[in-house]
């Protein structure tokens, strides 16, 4: 574990770091029984993800708090977060069992199934938490991010400590709702339609107007190739995106667009969140065109040509489900 650094990180990430292992079916899908197919690893885990984009981006100083074994996986988990230049907090228990996410996918990239063993988030993160220096260094930063890997206490703990702005990845449907009992405090939170649609099922509304319902100020929602929908307080929008012109992977991509969108918001504080999107939009079709989670650089010509044909659209007031 490395020494914190004596300045304030333009961008703390707290939450998963982590193996995932994505397995993509040769053929038809046949539930249960034996698929032809194969299987590839990668580091991954929301936080993670979206501070190296966010990196690429170059968005300054970042560092990580997160918990990882003592195995195998875990030392290539700490050897990917050396190599993109984050400061490592992360606690190193040697008697557990790094956090992985298994995925299978059908012949169309459609997920048939998935599988998050992460129980050392849930015990060890938030005694971590006590720490002091990771306490003032939640405290200092001049930005944080949070994922739903984290258990709600943990949750309310950063929220607590925290005096800048508070971003958020749902993760997944199920883990999403842990994100209620800090709503207030959250700035913006990122999720695709899935995760939208489970928050939003407990309110007589759908869509947007369902998170707002919740507690949400701001949210960025993706729905694959359909424009991006931002709550931005009483403002709905749809950013339209251009067709992808290579899908090699689409793993990482919605951390992708996570982490180059708060880039731009760090980096240019009165950018509305939409126009940040754009940013996001950019960085998340050039990830698709990569094997893994992360592309080369976020930067370039194609970079800007992919962003200026994003465009944002006002959504008209009253619109109760904008799914459709």
Not at 259 to 274: C, N
Not at 298 to 324: K, M, N, S, V, Y
Request: glycine share 12%.
């Amino acid at each position: 574990m490395e020494q914190i650094a004596d300045n304030p990180f333009a961008l703390l990430g707290v939450g998963g770091a982590h193996v995932d292992r994505i397995g993509r079916v040769s053929g038809r899908y046949y539930p249960g029984a034996s698929n032809p197919g194969h299987l590839t690893s990668s580091v991954g885990g929301g936080a993670l993800n979206a501070l190296r984009n966010a990196g690429l981006r170059g968005i300054g100083a970042t560092g990580l708090i997160s918990a990882r074994g003592g195995d195998h996986d875990g030392a290539i988990v700490g050897d990917t977060i050396e190599k993109a230049g984050i400061t490592d907090m992360s606690a190193v228990f040697l008697d557990r069992r790094t956090a992985s996410y298994t995925a299978i996918l059908d012949i169309g990239g459609d997920q048939v199934a998935g599988l998050a063993d992460m129980e050392i988030y849930e015990t060890a993160l938030p005694r971590q938490l006590r720490r002091k220096a990771l306490r003032d260094a939640v405290a200092d930063a001049n930005a944080l991010l949070v994922d739903a890997n984290l258990p709600v206490a943990a949750l309310q703990t950063i929220c607590d400590l925290a005096t800048a702005p508070v971003y958020a990845i749902a993760i997944s449907p199920v883990k999403a709702e842990r994100l209620l009992a800090v709503t207030g405090r959250i700035d913006t939170v990122f999720m695709n339609q899935r995760e939208m649609e489970a928050l939003a099922a407990e309110t007589s509304v759908k869509g947007l107007t369902g998170l707002a319902a919740r507690g949400f100020r701001r949210a960025v929602v993706t729905g694959g190739s359909g424009p991006v929908l931002v709550l931005d307080g009483d403002n709905r929008f749809a950013v339209s995106q251009p067709k992808a012109v290579e899908i090699t992977d689409v793993t990482g991509a919605g951390d992708a667009l996570a982490g180059a969108t708060i880039a731009a918001l760090v980096q240019s504080p009165e950018i509305t969140l939409a126009e940040a999107v754009r940013d996001g939009i950019a960085a998340a079709q050039l990830t698709i065109r990569t094997i893994g989670p992360i592309a080369e650089r976020l930067t370039g010509a194609a970079f800007a040509a992919i962003r200026a044909q994003t465009a944002i659209h006002a959504l008209p007031a009253g619109i109760e489900d904008e799914t459709t």
